[in-house]
């Protein structure tokens, strides 16, 4: 297995957590992030306005939403292509946990395949509709709900080649869009405990909202997110 860390050679600051990454993971290479917010790396990609699927996305995507998907499709492009059946693709913020990140990766050499899409995320939100297998406290499981974040997803050829065909046109964030199965055609799977935490940086993504504007933000989201679990996995 491979690993791919998508990092934006500028933002020095990371750059010590990505050299330890390099040590950390297996057979890991640096993928240079997209800038959202240089036309020069964004030409071409088709945008809209939350509205290209069910249910509708409320909010408008920013540069760093943007360059964020565009990354992981880079990666997604690089599975894709190559002859490992599935690759693991890791933000530059991630942390592991050895011992813990070590069991989770006994799991994933044993049920990984072409067509696996496994999220490995630093909170313990979802909830499983059954184990499909253990080792030490690391449980393997569908969950009802897929839970947000892409800090390190390992992803199989074949759901490489679905992912990429699903977001040839980008509505949504990447991670609220691994969320629908329905459109991708992807279940989703989870490992937890998994010794993955996210370290602190300034965010590359996030930006400055209105104070006025947080109350609706909040409405908006939870409406959102409610719309989403009435369309929850099957096993």
């Given amino acids: 297995m491979r690993s791919y860390i998508i990092h934006m050679s500028t933002t020095v600051g990371r750059a010590e957590n990505v050299a330890r990454l390099l040590k950390q993971l297996p057979q890991a290479e640096v993928v240079e992030a997209v800038d959202g917010s240089d036309p020069a790396q964004t030409k071409g990609v088709a945008l809209e306005p939350g509205t290209l699927h069910h249910p509708p996305y409320p909010f408008r995507l920013n540069s760093g939403e943007i360059g964020c998907f565009l990354s992981h499709r880079r990666c997604w492009e690089k599975i894709a292509q190559g002859d490992e059946p599935f690759g693991l693709i890791a933000e530059d913020d991630l942390g592991i946990d050895p011992a813990q990140f070590s069991e989770a990766l006994n799991l994933i050499n044993r049920y990984a395949d072409e067509d696996s899409l496994i999220r490995l995320p630093s909170k313990t939100r979802e909830k ?44 949504r964030p990447v991670d609220t869009t691994i969320q629908m199965h329905w459109v991708t055609g992807q279940p989703v799977h989870t490992i937890q405990p998994n010794g993955i935490f996210v370290v602190k940086f300034p965010s590359t993504i996030q930006h400055k909202t209105r104070t006025s504007n947080v109350p609706m933000r909040e409405i908006l989201r939870a409406r959102y997110r409610a719309k989403i679990r009435r369309i929850p996995q099957t096993a």
């Fill in 128 to 171: 499983p509709l059954g184990a499909i297998a253990r080792q030490g406290p690391a449980a393997l499981f569908l969950p009802r709900t897929i839970g947000l974040q892409a800090v390190c997803l390992v992803v199989g050829r074949a759901a490489a080649r679905r992912l990429l065909e699903a977001s040839t046109t980008i509505d």
